[in-house]
């Protein structure tokens, strides 16, 4: 749904973005991050056909963006930095304006507006000018209008954004929601834990080139090692007679368990448990120590900066 190679913008001397390369399939959700100034933004404007690359090329729902402008804006639905909502409309009379621009039946916009007003908690209020909403409810009148034409491709910049806990939650219901075998959609965000949520695909940025992509366990893996378990244990137990499965290393024990790493913990930690009953051990728990996105964010962004050498 979205393929680009050597993705690149110059601005005089300073390069935003500079080969950027991504291939992201139907039914996925691209989690960008980065710093303030990364070139988040800058490749979002790229992919929306609304700048020209100066390096490189991309496809968005089988369109050029250089080639095919009109039509890569009209499968996208953008929610961006700066909403550009106007102020003295009232919601609906914002929806409808973008309806028609978008080319909608007038039956299809009036029916697709009030739901999405309803959805988002804001059918009450439908009737009162923008400029007298609160920065939560502007940023879910944004987002029903990104939705507003059904698009193939959503790009989200901060979409939970000077939201309560409760309007967050319900926009990245919607977000998980929106995910179908049709619909890729891309998140640029500084909230880790809304990444680690919701994406299959996380990318990494800073100074406008790609530093890291994969799924959340693929990064874990490569960024932090093998992941690490502890054991709990209740009573005594012959440790001598605990044999460790192939792949895994031990890496601390006490009276009441041990600490162990290992590769393949699908195939290599059902043998722990099966060795640990068969030697009357009493397990308590066994527990994944925590590796987090933050932690791999930091680290990655610690050794891009080379305040620490990478492994």
């Given at each position: 749904?979205?393929?680009?190679?050597?993705?690149?913008?110059?601005?005089?001397?300073?390069?935003?973005?500079?080969?950027?390369?991504?291939?992201?399939?139907?039914?996925?959700?691209?989690?960008?991050?980065?710093q303030?100034?990364?070139?988040?933004?800058?490749?979002?404007?790229?992919?929306?056909?609304?700048?020209?690359?100066?390096?490189?090329?991309?496809?968005?729902?089988?369109?050029?963006?250089?080639?095919?402008?009109?039509?890569?804006?009209?499968?996208v639905?953008?929610?961006?930095?700066?909403?550009?909502?106007?102020?003295?409309?009232t919601?609906?009379?914002?929806?409808?304006?973008?309806?028609?621009?978008?080319?909608?039946?007038?039956?299809?916009?009036?029916?697709?507006?009030?739901?999405?007003?309803?959805y988002f908690?804001?059918?009450?209020?439908?009737?009162?000018?923008?400029?007298?909403?609160?920065?939560?409810?502007?940023?879910?009148?944004?987002?029903?209008?990104?939705?507003?034409?059904?698009?193939?491709?959503?790009?989200?910049?901060?979409?939970?954004?000077a939201m309560?806990?409760?309007?967050?939650?319900?926009?990245?219901?919607?977000?998980?929601?929106?995910?179908?075998?049709?619909?890729?959609?891309?998140?640029?965000?500084?909230?880790?834990?809304?990444?680690?949520?919701?994406?299959?695909?996380?990318?990494?940025?800073?100074?406008?080139?790609?530093?890291?992509?994969?799924?959340?366990?693929?990064?874990?893996?490569?960024?932090?090692?093998?992941?690490?378990?502890?054991?709990?244990?209740?009573?005594?137990?012959?440790?001598?007679?605990?044999?460790?499965?192939?792949?895994?290393?031990?890496?601390?024990?006490?009276?009441?368990?041990?600490?162990?790493?290992?590769?393949?913990?699908?195939?290599?930690?059902?043998?722990?448990?099966?060795?640990?009953?068969?030697?009357?051990?009493?397990?308590?728990?066994?527990?994944e120590?925590?590796?987090?996105?933050?932690?791999?964010?930091?680290?990655?962004?610690?050794?891009?900066?080379?305040?620490?050498?990478?492994?």
């Amino acid at each position: 749904m979205i393929e680009t190679r050597d993705l690149s913008k110059q601005f005089g001397d300073f390069w935003a973005v500079d080969g950027i390369s991504l291939d992201i399939k139907p039914g996925q959700i691209l989690a960008l991050l980065g710093q303030n100034g990364a070139g988040k933004t800058t490749t979002v404007r790229m992919l929306t056909a609304l700048l020209s690359p100066t390096r490189g090329w991309a496809r968005v729902a089988g369109y050029d963006v250089m080639k095919h402008g009109r039509a890569v804006r009209s499968a996208v639905g953008v929610l961006t930095e700066q909403h550009g909502l106007y102020m003295r409309m009232t919601a609906d009379e914002y929806l409808n304006f973008f309806g028609q621009m978008y080319r909608l039946s007038p039956e299809f916009r009036n029916t697709r507006s009030l739901d999405l007003m309803d959805y988002f908690g804001l059918a009450e209020v439908a009737h009162r000018r923008i400029g007298e909403y609160s920065k939560g409810m502007r940023q879910k009148l944004a987002l029903a209008r990104a939705l507003l034409h059904d698009p193939a491709v959503l790009l989200l910049d901060e979409p939970t954004s000077a939201m309560d806990p409760e309007s967050a939650r319900l926009v990245r219901n919607e977000i998980a929601r929106l995910k179908s075998s049709k619909r890729t959609i891309v998140i640029c965000t500084h909230n880790l834990a809304e990444a680690e949520e919701l994406a299959d695909i996380i990318a990494v940025v800073y100074r406008g080139r790609l530093l890291i992509m994969g799924t959340l366990e693929e990064l874990k893996n490569k960024v932090l090692g093998a992941p690490e378990y502890e054991v709990k244990l209740s009573g005594p137990w012959d440790a001598g007679q605990l044999r460790l499965p192939e792949g895994m290393e031990l890496l601390s024990r006490k009276p009441e368990g041990f600490r162990f790493k290992v590769n393949h913990p699908e195939t290599a930690n059902p043998q722990l448990i099966s060795s640990l009953v068969s030697s009357a051990a009493s397990v308590v728990s066994i527990q994944e120590g925590p590796r987090s996105l933050e932690q791999v964010y930091l680290k990655v962004m610690a050794e891009s900066r080379g305040e620490i050498h990478a492994a």
